[in-house]
């Protein structure tokens, strides 16, 4: 599948469960981001890897855990979550130089 | 610190009139600006970049440095053109970017 990819599409947990985020891109791009979409606010940028280096920690909490082990694999670990962390979780790249960020279709995550 | 802002959550006009979407930032360096666009059961995409100057599906926006405004303009809306629209700004090395809230533009036949 071309495009950024995003697993699962809807996660349901509880407060006291781990569970990861998956995002894959085989565009070749250098970047990828962690966005939260919340309803109502402003994308919010969570985390940013350059070349598999984290370059951005947007104040997170360390609840969530970011892992990039390769250019084309993004992974956000989660644990201990809060009713407030539900919300839809984006994964985006960027080939840096154009400036365009491709965006997956998200990962909608439910906290009960 | 940098913020994007989008005043308007829903901006509704009929089809063949002309529409604008407000967008006004501030950035302490010299930002690049983008909007993007997400179509129903679509995934968030660009729609257009200021550092190319062009225009997209009829839509142009324009830097305005003295404002800090960068609103996206169209003559005569479509009905396709209804969806969510958010902008967007960079700084020049492209490494971090900031949403505004996005607009929902709703386009009635």
């Known amino acids: 599948e071309t495009g950024v990819t995003q697993t699962p599409r809807h996660l349901v947990m509880g407060m006291t469960n781990k569970k990861s985020l998956k995002c894959e891109q085989h565009?070749?791009?250098?970047?990828m981001y962690w966005y939260k979409q919340s309803a109502k606010k402003p994308l919010e940028l969570m985390f940013v890897?350059?070349?598999?280096?984290?370059?951005e920690n947007n104040s997170v909490p360390s609840r969530f855990s970011p892992e990039c082990p390769n250019s084309s694999h993004l992974f956000l670990h989660l644990h201990t979550l809060q009713p407030e962390d539900s919300a839809l979780y984006l994964c985006a790249s960027s080939p840096l130089a154009t400036g365009e960020l491709f965006f997956g279709e998200g990962s909608r995550l439910t906290v009960l | 610190a940098q913020r994007v802002t989008q005043p308007e959550k829903l901006l509704s006009v009929f089809k063949g009139a002309p529409v604008e979407l407000k967008c006004n930032y501030s950035?302490?360096?010299?930002?690049?600006l983008f909007w993007y666009v997400q179509y129903s059961r679509q995934r968030l995409q660009l729609l257009l970049r200021?550092?190319s100057r062009e225009s997209i599906k009829g839509f142009t926006a324009d830097l305005n440095k003295g404002e800090t405004s960068f609103h996206l303009k169209k003559p005569f809306a479509q009905e396709e053109d209804s969806a969510m629209y958010y902008c967007a700004l960079s700084g020049s090395n492209f490494n971090k970017f900031y949403f505004g809230s996005g607009t929902k533009l709703n386009v009635k036949p």
């Open positions: 950035y302490s360096g010299s930002p690049e």
């Open positions: 565009l070749g791009h250098n970047a």
């Open positions: 890897y350059n070349f598999k280096e984290q370059t």
């Open positions: 200021h550092i």
